[in-house]
């Protein structure tokens, strides 16, 4: 044992056991929780998932600010997209990246709509405002299904960045309607 152990066992011993613990770091959920909106806002996914968030995309008003959120993010890296929209609002997005076989694609599928909001029984955060509180961001949508695909427009988009060429083609179909009027 090195001089510095030995030092470090008999102060240990003289002080007791209580005076050489070592302080415990707050676990990673705690971390998470406690940590303030502007933190996370400094993580490009939060951000664009808060933006995407803020958008009503509930059937009175349309999903085609979505579908363009998503068309930006991958337009910009070069990545081909269409906008679709076969009735007024209701607005597909497609997108494609492509692979060394066109045959049997993956298809990244999500829907951008969002069933309607009643403020009244949102205790957290209003339903558009896309809130971060307590390690969680509040907003319609959120989780099913906006998370989901915008993580899949990222996946895309870091493929494409890293110059990766995938077998097949990479499909992405951001839906206006998962359920009526598709």
């Not at 056991?17 to 415990?24: D, E, I, S, T, V």
């Not at 957290?124 to 427009?153: C, H, N, S, V």
């Amino acid at each position: 044992m090195t001089k510095r152990g030995w030092i470090a066992l008999l102060l240990c011993a003289a002080l007791g056991p209580a005076a050489c613990a070592r302080k415990p770091r707050p676990s990673q959920e705690m971390q998470d929780l406690t940590r303030p909106a502007e933190q996370w806002l400094r993580d490009e996914s939060v951000a664009l998932l808060q933006a995407y968030v803020r958008i009503d995309t509930t059937s009175g008003r349309g999903e085609k600010a979505g579908a363009e959120l998503l068309r930006d993010l991958l337009a910009c890296e070069g990545i081909e997209t269409e906008i679709v929209c076969p009735a007024s609002g209701r607005c597909n997005l497609l997108a494609r990246l492509p692979g060394r076989s066109r045959e049997n694609a993956l298809l990244l599928l999500s829907h951008i709509d969002v069933a309607d909001a009643y403020p009244q029984f949102w205790k957290e955060a209003a339903p558009f405002d896309g809130k971060i509180q307590r390690g969680y961001l509040y907003g319609r949508g959120a989780y099913d299904m906006k998370a989901t695909g915008l993580a899949q427009a990222l996946a895309m988009r870091s493929l494409k960045r890293k110059g990766i060429v995938p077998s097949n083609d990479i499909l992405l179909l951001a839906e206006a309607d998962e359920e009526i009027g598709q």
